[in-house]
């Protein structure tokens, strides 16, 4: 790969497993390769790609550059394995040695598993997974959407896929932010520590076998003193919707500069679920788009490829 590139290509190798919920399972990479991965200091939800191998097969080696994702897409099937996006939980630099940890969601119940909780729930201390994330010190590889200029507070919501990523935003933003957080999880286990800024309240909701968005759709309606719908939106696209003060999906105008309002909200999770917080944050209480990030990282019935 060219030095000039903003990527790094990572074959990291497992070297501890941890379940630490039902739900969540906890897997620390390491690596040589790795030497050269991440930024110190704010890791917020930086996501990164993840290529799990075919199997039967080794992880694939790509060397193709910056234009990777093709590379990675001309292989032949049995070669290619499955690319999935994750945000980092944490990144720990010690001299040489850089160990990346990764927070999994176990979705294990018949038809709804995939090839990344199947490679999770099974990982094992020696497995080899690909990590495309972004080169330390070099700047243009993306990846982080938490920008909330000089907002005076902060508002994040997700269920548990975005969980990882509002703990390592809460968990790198300065201490005096003010603030609130709303994580739904499948159930109370769920409930994961997280050194949360004092001015920032976490309301952990348990789903407790209902659908998603049952629970964080009212929460944070009413707490921003709106009325929750009854139906969550029937999202028309298999693309998730992702919107942020510098990128719509939906084609509509971006902001420019930064945001300057008195609170800053990020949204993540299911995208039926972010389209109907989108749709009471933006046209019932009028928020402005440059305050927030709408981001749907997966949907329901589709198989994200990437």
Known sequence: MSAESPFVLAVATVVAVERVSPSFVRVTFSGDELSDFGTPGLVLDQRIKLVFPAPGSSV??????????????????????????????????????????????????????????????????????????????????????????????????????????????????????????????????????????????????????????????PAVLDHLGAVAPAVIADVDTDDPLWETPTFSSLGESVASGANHADRYFWIAGESGVVTTLRRHLVKDLGVDRSQVAFMGYWRHGVAMRG
């Open 60 to 217: 694939p080696r790509l060397s193709a550059g910056d234009d990777w994702y093709s590379a990675w897409l001309a292989l032949p099937d049995d070669e290619r394995g499955s690319m999935r996006t994750y945000s980092i939980r944490r990144l720990d630099i010690d001299g040489e040695e850089t160990r990346l940890v990764v927070d999994f969601v176990l979705h294990l119940a018949p038809g709804s598993t995939g090839p990344a909780s199947r490679w999770a729930d099974a990982a094992a201390v020696g497995d080899e997974l690909l990590v495309i994330g972004p080169r330390r010190g070099r700047a243009g590889g993306g990846g982080i959407e938490y920008a909330p200029g000089d907002a005076r507070a902060i508002l994040l919501a997700g269920d548990e896929t975005a969980a990882p990523a509002i703990a390592r935003i809460l968990e790198d933003v300065d201490r005096d932010t003010q603030g609130v957080a709303f994580i739904e999880v499948p159930e109370d286990a769920d409930i994961l520590p997280i050194a949360t800024p004092p001015g920032v309240e976490v309301r952990w909701l348990s789903r407790s076998g209902d659908a998603h968005g049952t629970r964080l759709i």
